[in-house]
C-alpha cells in the first residue's frame, strides 16, 4: 500500500530533495512550498527516514478537512480512528501551526487536536495516552491553510538533521541536512573529487556530511530513534531489514578507496568539537582535523592531494565576526583559493553577500538557500590561480585557460553571477563602501545619493522589509516592490528572484525629457544601493518620448540574459526580463491564479490565449484532472511546456494547443 506522505525540508532546498526522494524509489512526487509530497510504501518509508540526507520530516498523512471553528477542528479530529494508528501506552504530543478563520492561535488548536485524540481512547479504551510535549514517543502535526487543516504523523521523531553525532558544537554550526545540500550542489562527491577540505571547519558538520556520502553511509543509521517505531502499522522485521541492508553498505564504503577529508580551524575547542563529532560519526581515522588558522594553510596540502573541492560556511557577521574582520578573512580565503588550491572547484556559503565580493572571485553558479530562516547563498567557483598559465580542470579532465567562460549547466537556479568589481567603477555592492579592498577589485566610491533618490531608497528599503515575512511565508520570490510610490520616481520596481525589472510609466509631457532621464538614473542608482542584483540583472522598459519623434520606444534593457526562474507558492515559472514587454508572469494575477488553483480539484480545465500557461499550472497543482491550453504563439506555447516541466505537470494529462 502506497500511503500520501508530506516530506519537509529546509526553503530552497525543494529540488534537491525531489531528485533523493525520486532515486530513493518514492512516487508520484510533487513539490510544494516546503517540501516534497509523494506516495511510498513501507519499506521505502523506512528507506526514506533512514537514508534521506535532506529532509527535515516524514510526515504521514491522515486526514485532511476543512476548519471554520474551534468546534470544526475537534470534530474533524474526533472523526480519525486513532486507535488503528497510535496505542494509549505511547506518549504523544501535537504541534500545530496555521491560522484561519475561528482559529487564530496554534496553541488552541493544538489543544483542540490534543482533547479529541484523548477522548477519542477514553471512550474506546477507557484510557488516555499521556502527553509529553518535549519528548513524546510520537507526534501529531496539524496544519491549518486556508480554511483546510491536514493532520499528520510524523514518522521521522524530530527533525532528520539530527543524526545522532553531533556531541559538541563550534561556532554557528550548519544544521547536518544543509551541509548535505551544499555538497550535492557543489557535485560531491565524485571520482574526480580526491579530497574534501573546509578550511573554517567548525565543529566538521560538512567534513562528516561529506564523509558520510563518499562512504556510502546512510546519514540515519545513528539515530536513536524514530517517530514510526510507536506507529502501529510499524513492521520492526523490515526495519531491520533495512538497518542491516544500509549496515552492509557502509562496511563496503568504508573498505573502499576513499577521498581524503580534511579540515582547519584557528579555534583549539573548535577543533576539539570536531573530533568528538568525527567520533561519534565513527569516522575517526577517515576525517582529519588540526588547528591551522586560514592564513597558515599552505600549498603542501594541494600537492600532496591532486585536486578536489574545497567546501566552507566562512562566518558571516550575524552571528559571530566584526565587519572589518569578516572582509578581511574573505579576502584572505580568496587569497588561499588562488595561492594554494588553483585546479580545485570551491563551495562557499555565506548568508553575507556583501562580503563574498570580498574573495574576489567571479562565481561560475549561485543557488539561493537559507540558513534557517536567514536568506544566503552558495556561491560556487573553479580555481585558476592568479598564475596565467593553462590549468587542467580536473574533475571534466579538459584544459581550461584563466578567465575562459565555464559551460551553464540546466540545473541552475539562478543564472546571475556576482558582479565583480570593475576598474574605477563608481558603485559599492549593497550599497556600502569598499573599507577594505578585495585583492583584485579596485577602490569604489560609496553612491552620492540626491536627497530625492535618499528617500526613493528608503521607501524602497521600507517596502522590502513590509513584506519580508509574506514573502517568505507565501515562498514568492517575484513580486513588485515599489508602484509609482513617489510622484518624482514614477516606476513600477519588479524583483524576480535576484533580478529587477524597471517600468518606466510614461512621464507627462510637462516633465522635462532631460529630468525625466535624470530620474530614471537616479533609479538605477539606489537599486544598486538597496538590492544589489548587479547591473546586469536591472532591465529596464522605458516608454519615452523621442526626440523628434511621437513614438514611445522601449530603450535597451538590462546586459543580462534576461531568463530567471521565479517562485511563487511553491510553484516555479520562467520568465524573462529581455525579450518581450510582459516578463511570462503577470504579477497582478497572482490572486486570481490562487483562485483558480483551489477550485481546480476534480475539474476539467479549459485556458483559452494561455499565454505561458502560469494558469494551467495552478490548476494542475490544484488537483485539475485535464487541462487543454490554448494559444497560436508557438513560442508561448514552448516556454508553457517548460513551465509545466519545471512543476511536473504531466504533458499527457495537460495538453498544450496550437490554434487560433
Ligand atoms: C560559521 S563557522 C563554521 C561552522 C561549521 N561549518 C560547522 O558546521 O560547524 C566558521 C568557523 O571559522 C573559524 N574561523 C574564523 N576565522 C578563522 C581563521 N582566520 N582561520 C581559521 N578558522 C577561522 C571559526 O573558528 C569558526 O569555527
Not at 525540508?9 to 516546503?34: F, P
Request: proline share 4%.
Amino acid at each position: 500500500m502506497h500511503r500520501f506522505i508530506n516530506i519537509s525540508c529546509a526553503n530552497g532546498l525543494q529540488d534537491l530533495l525531489y531528485s533523493e526522494l525520486e532515486v530513493i524509489g518514492a512516487r508520484e512526487l510533487r513539490r510544494h512550498s516546503h517540501g516534497v509530497h509523494c506516495r511510498a510504501d513501507l519499506p521505502t518509508i523506512y528507506r526514506l527516514c533512514l537514508w534521506s540526507r535532506l529532509a527535515s520530516r516524514v510526515l504521514l498523512q491522515i486526514a485532511r478537512f476543512p476548519v471554520d471553528s474551534g468546534d470544526a477542528l475537534y470534530t474533524g479530529a474526533s472523526s480519525v480512528d486513532w486507535s488503528t494508528l497510535l496505542t494509549s501506552e505511547a506518549s504523544f504530543a501535537v504541534d500545530f501551526s496555521g491560522t484561519g478563520t475561528g482559529i487564530d492561535n496554534s496553541h488552541y488548536a493544538a489543544l483542540r487536536v490534543k482533547d479529541a485524540i484523548v477522548d477519542h481512547f477514553r471512550r474506546r479504551q477507557g484510557q488516555r495516552p499521556s502527553i509529553d510535549t518535549r519528548t513524546p514517543d510520537i507526534r501529531v502535526h496539524g496544519r491549518l491553510v486556508r480554511g483546510q487543516v491536514v493532520l499528520s504523523l510524523d514518522l521521522s521523531g524530530g527533525s532528520l538533521h539530527q543524526r545522532g553525532y553531533r556531541k559538541a558544537t563550534g561556532a554557528a554550526p550548519l544544521k547536518e541536512n544543509l551541509a548535505a545540500a551544499i555538497l550535492m550542489r557543489a557535485g560531491w562527491p565524485d571520482p574526480g573529487f580526491a579530497a574534501l577540505v573546509d578550511p573554517l571547519c567548525g565543529s566538521a558538520t560538512l567534513l562528516i556530511e561529506g564523509a558520510m556520502m563518499a562512504a556510502d553511509i546512510a546519514p540515519g543509521l545513528q539515530r536513536r530513534s524514530f517517530g514510526f517505531e510507536h506507529w502501529l502499522e510499524h513492521d520492526p522485521g523490515l526495519w531491520a531489514a533495512a538497518v542491516e541492508e544500509a549496515k552492509a553498505r557502509r562496511q563496503r564504503g568504508l573498505a573502499g578507496k576513499l577521498p581524503s577529508v580534511l579540515g582547519y580551524d584557528r579555534s583549539t575547542n573548535v577543533i576539539s568539537s570536531a573530533h568528538s563529532n568525527i567520533e561519534a560519526a565513527g569516522l575517526a581515522g577517515y576525517i582529519e582535523v588540526d588547528r591551522v588558522p586560514l592564513e597558515e594553510i599552505c600549498a603542501i596540502e594541494t600537492a600532496r592531494q591532486d585536486r578536489g573541492l574545497l567546501v566552507t560556511n566562512p562566518p558571516y557577521g550575524a552571528r559571530m565576526g566584526r565587519q572589518d574582520e569578516l572582509e578581511q578573512l574573505y579576502a584572505q580565503l580568496g587569497q588561499v583559493l588562488k595561492n594554494q588550491f588553483a585546479g580545485w572547484k570551491a563551495a562557499v556559503f555565506s548568508a553575507n553577500e556583501a562580503l563574498c565580493f570580498h574573495l574576489g572571485l567571479r562565481a561560475h553558479k549561485q543557488y539561493r538557500l537559507y540558513n534557517g530562516r536567514l536568506p544566503a547563498k552558495l556561491l560556487l567557483f573553479e580555481i585558476y590561480g592568479e598564475t596565467r598559465e593553462e590549468v587542467r580542470d580536473a574533475t571534466r579532465g579538459e584544459t581550461r585557460h584563466p578567465g575562459q567562460e565555464m559551460p551553464r549547466s540546466d540545473d541552475v537556479q539562478e543564472l546571475q553571477e556576482v558582479p565583480r568589481a570593475k576598474k574605477g567603477a563608481g558603485e559599492s555592492p549593497g550599497g556600502s563602501p569598499d573599507s577594505k579592498q578585495s585583492p583584485d577589485t579596485q577602490r569604489r566610491e560609496p553612491e552620492q545619493l540626491s536627497s530625492g533618490a535618499e528617500m526613493l531608497a528608503n521607501r524602497l528599503k521600507k517596502n522590502r522589509k513590509k513584506l519580508a515575512r509574506w514573502l517568505r511565508d507565501q515562498d514568492i520570490t517575484c513580486y513588485r516592490l515599489y508602484d509609482a510610490d513617489l510622484p518624482e520616481y514614477a516606476v513600477a520596481i519588479d524583483c524576480y528572484e535576484g533580478a529587477v525589472l524597471v517600468q518606466e510609466y510614461a512621464p507627462p509631457a510637462t516633465v522635462d525629457a532631460a529630468l525625466a532621464e535624470q530620474r530614471l538614473r537616479e533609479v538605477q542608482k539606489v537599486i544598486r544601493c538597496t538590492l544589489a542584483p548587479g547591473d546586469e540583472h536591472i532591465y529596464f522598459r522605458q516608454r519615452r518620448r523621442q526626440r523628434g519623434s511621437q513614438q514611445y520606444q522601449r530603450s535597451p534593457s538590462g546586459r543580462g540574459e534576461g531568463i530567471y526562474r521565479v517562485f511563487e507558492g511553491g510553484l516555479c515559472f520562467e520568465v524573462n526580463l529581455r525579450d518581450y514587454l510582459d516578463s511570462g508572469l503577470f504579477l497582478d494575477h497572482r490572486p486570481v491564479r490562487q483562485l483558480i488553483k483551489s477550485l481546480s480539484n476534480g475539474k476539467r480545465f479549459l485556458n483559452l490565449f494561455c499565454y505561458t500557461a502560469t494558469a494551467t499550472v495552478y490548476a494542475a497543482a490544484g488537483g485539475a484532472l485535464s487541462s487543454l491550453s490554448v494559444d497560436m504563439s508557438n513560442t508561448y506555447l514552448q516556454w508553457a511546456a517548460r513551465n509545466f516541466e519545471l512543476n511536473n505537470v504531466n504533458p499527457a494529462q495537460h495538453r498544450l494547443a496550437n490554434a487560433d
